[in-house]
């Protein structure tokens, strides 16, 4: 298993976000985390990468007990994420944010070849390579912020609400080219409010409600799932 959690409990001074879950996401897989807003999804994968701090609960990657790591030997293990509201480099240039995510890396070479094909899975950036990210559109910043992450090199990437904002044609773009990158070798964990997009690519979801997994299984079964579709999926 890549990423075994188990009883994630987490605290916002005393309030408790999570409630003890446990989730998994294997090689190769894309899975998903659905529920409502407030239902703990974004604090699951600031957890997992240490952005805040668990009251208890272990987190293992390519098993080894990553909970007490520091978040930039997170990402050199190859664990990255994508947060939510992009949190570009307003002020740098698209080539200058690609080349901040590879960071950690000590390898020329290697960094060369996967702008080239960050590059490949988002044209445009290529063509505002020297533009100012603050004067990207929406969409185009989203594409930059996930570019950045593929950067650090990535075995899982942590999305968090990358369709949030956008049109719905540029919502369609974003999650072909999430299923583009799991096609390259990445695994990808997925917090999403469009759900319905988010269990069409997943192979596995978790539902999320108040802090605690209530439900999981294959995400085709959970479409069908009628208490699933009434609660997130209009139906």
Partial sequence: MMLSVKDLT?????????????????????????????????TALNGIS??????????????RDISSFAPDR???????????????????????????????????A?????MEMVYGLFPRLRERIRQIAGTLSGGEQQM????????????LLLLDEPSMGL???????????????????????LVEQNAYKALGIASRAYILETGRVVKSGPAAALMKDDAVKAAYLGG
């Avoid at 002020?91 to 020329?108: F, H, I, Q």
């Avoid at 290697?110 to 996967?114: A, V």
């Avoid at 930059?144 to 075995?155: F, S, V």
């Fill in 144 to 155: 930059l912020a996930m570019g950045r992450g593929l950067m650090a090199k990535p075995r």
């Fill in 10 to 42: 987490i605290h916002y001074g005393a309030i408790q976000a999570l409630r003890g879950i446990s989730f998994d996401v294997d090689e190769g897989e894309i899975i998903t985390l659905i529920g409502s807003n407030g239902a703990g999804k974004s």
């Fill in 74 to 108: 997170i990402v050199q293990s190859g664990l990255v994420q994508v947060p939510e509201g992009r949190r570009i480099f307003a002020n740098l240039s698209v080539r200058d944010n690609l080349e901040m995510g590879a960071y950690t890396r000590r390898d020329p």
């Fill in 167 to 189: 049109a719905p044609i540029l919502v369609d773009e974003i999650f072909a080219i999430i299923r583009r990158i799991n096609e390259t070798g990445a695994a990808i964990l």
């Fill in 50 to 63: 240490q952005v805040i701090k668990k009251t208890s609960g272990t987190v293992e990657f390519n098993g």
């Fill in 110 to 114: 290697g960094i060369k070849r996967d």
